[in-house]
T-cell receptor, first 114, second 113 residues
Framework: AQSVSQHNHHVILSEAASLELGCNYS??????LFWYVQYPGQHLQLLLK??????LVKGIKGFEAEFIKSKFSFNLRKPSVQWSDTAEYFC????????????FGRGTQLTVWP | NAGVTQTPKFQVLKTGQSMTLQCAQD?????MYWYRQDPGMGLRLIYY???????DKGEVPNGYNVSRLNKREFSLRLESAAPSQTSVYFC????????????FGSGTRLTVV
């Protein structure tokens, strides 16, 4: 069963538009959650992570994500996107195991037009 | 610079050839992983090593073998390459302590013709 679902496969926005990328996880226990970004031709880089405390986490480059336990969601947001945010975004969870592997969603391609 | 180093960056193989993808990390991480990335499929785990001396299959292990040579190095071997193994391969590592995600290598783009 898919542990992480990303609803949008491809999102196209104009610069300065607001962004929200959906992520839902299916694991019922304690979870640690991550968002990664992959710029064209590059490897995945960590944007932000949630493991406890404030459900609103802030990451690099103005991104933030909100953990909503009741909805099993961890959506990624940015108030105003830039052309340089064009990339693929992956949500992931380790199902609460800091020793274990990550389970990735299939990714959302974001294209930002100048 | 600390991180995960993968070699080679690009490789073209003929069907039936063998090769080994190398991965080394210098961050003293315990766990290491091999993923393949294909369009529309996201990242799929091939093999992983939770600690030195152990290896386990992931979701798509067929056609691959791995070796955890020591704590730093985790290699992936294709014994008889097939066109279906054309993909981008990423190695990643994760530390034992704290809540950390992966640190990824820069990837190997493999084409099997």
């Amino acid at each position: 069963a898919q542990s992480v679902s990303q609803h949008n496969h491809h999102v196209i926005l104009s610069e300065a538009a607001s962004l929200e990328l959906g992520c839902n996880y299916s694991y019922g226990g304690t979870v640690n959650l991550f968002w990664y970004v992959q710029y064209p031709g590059q490897h995945l880089q960590l944007l932000l992570k949630y493991f406890s405390g404030d459900p609103l986490v802030k990451g690099i480059k103005g991104f933030e994500a909100e953990f909503i336990k009741s909805k099993f969601s961890f959506n990624l947001r940015k108030p105003s996107v830039q052309w340089s945010d064009t990339a693929e975004y992956f949500c992931a969870t380790d199902r609460g195991s800091t020793l274990g592997r990550l389970y990735f969603g299939r990714g959302t391609q974001l294209t930002v037009w100048p | 610079n600390a991180g995960v180093t993968q070699t080679p960056k690009f490789q073209v193989l003929k069907t039936g050839q063998s090769m080994t993808l190398q991965c080394a990390q210098d961050m003293n991480h315990n766990s290491m992983y091999w993923y393949r990335q294909d369009p529309g499929m996201g990242l799929r785990l091939i093999y992983y090593s939770a600690s030195e001396g152990t290896t386990d299959k992931g979701e798509v292990p067929n056609g691959y073998n791995v070796s955890r040579l020591n704590k730093r190095e985790f290699s992936l071997r294709l014994e008889s390459a097939a066109p279906s193994q054309t993909s981008v391969y990423f190695c990643a590592s994760r530390p034992l302590q704290g809540v950390h995600g992966y640190t990824f290598g820069s990837g190997t783009r493999l084409t099997v013709v």
